[in-house]
């Protein structure tokens, strides 16, 4: 049996959103700019954990073929050679680079929360992995420090991205006056 981000998983995923968007729309009192980045953040984060987390394998063939143990096979150590590798390293970063641009733009965050959030977000996904693979008895992830480490990483340079991208953002509008409609006021207003 294969738990995959499809079927059941995608809607609850869609209903939980819905849910949200009303919350947000009639209590909060959020704008539609704001649903929208957030509804795009949200997609994001079901990438995310579509593709850190899923598929979840129950088949015990396929535990006793392919899987690895869940410990033996786990890192902890930082930078070992034995479990480094370079293209993991950047696909972790890539992966987290849109949380660090993006989160701004439905949060307010600073350098130090967006450095709690990195290591948190980092965290969470490892801690995933490990509670998934000890209930299933085996994995097809590795859990590994390095990749909190390059999580981190990549949520803090896609917040200095941002910054770079607001500061160029903020000079183009004043130099050439551009006249900001709600769209561009919401993002004008990004800290």
């Not at 293209?87 to 970063?93: A, D, G, I, Q, R």
């Not at 929360?113 to 590795?142: D, P």
């Not at 803090?156 to 709600?182: C, D, E, Q, S, W």
């Amino acid at each position: 049996m294969i738990i995959d981000f499809d079927g059941y998983i995608f809607v609850g995923a869609v209903l939980v959103w819905g849910l949200l968007v009303l919350f947000l729309k009639l209590k909060l009192k959020k704008s539609l700019t704001y649903i929208f980045f957030f509804s795009i953040f949200y997609i994001y984060l079901c990438k995310v954990l579509d593709y850190t987390q899923f598929p979840i394998i129950l088949n015990e063939e396929t535990k006793r073929e392919t899987g690895q143990n869940v410990w033996r096979d786990a890192n902890l150590i930082p930078f070992h050679p034995q479990h480094f590798a370079v293209k993991t390293s950047l696909l972790n970063v890539l992966l987290t680079i849109p949380f660090g641009f993006g989160l701004p733009f439905i949060a307010k965050v600073n350098w130090k929360r967006i450095s709690t959030l990195g290591v948190l977000l980092g965290v969470s996904l490892e801690m995933f992995q490990l509670v998934i693979a000890l209930f299933v008895g085996f994995t097809f992830r590795y859990v590994d420090i390095n990749d909190v480490i390059f999580n981190f990483c990549g949520v803090i340079f896609g917040y200095g991205t941002l910054k770079a991208f607001m500061i160029v953002f903020r000079f183009l509008v004043h130099k050439m006056g551009i006249r900001l409609n709600p769209f561009l006021r919401y993002i004008y207003e990004i800290e």
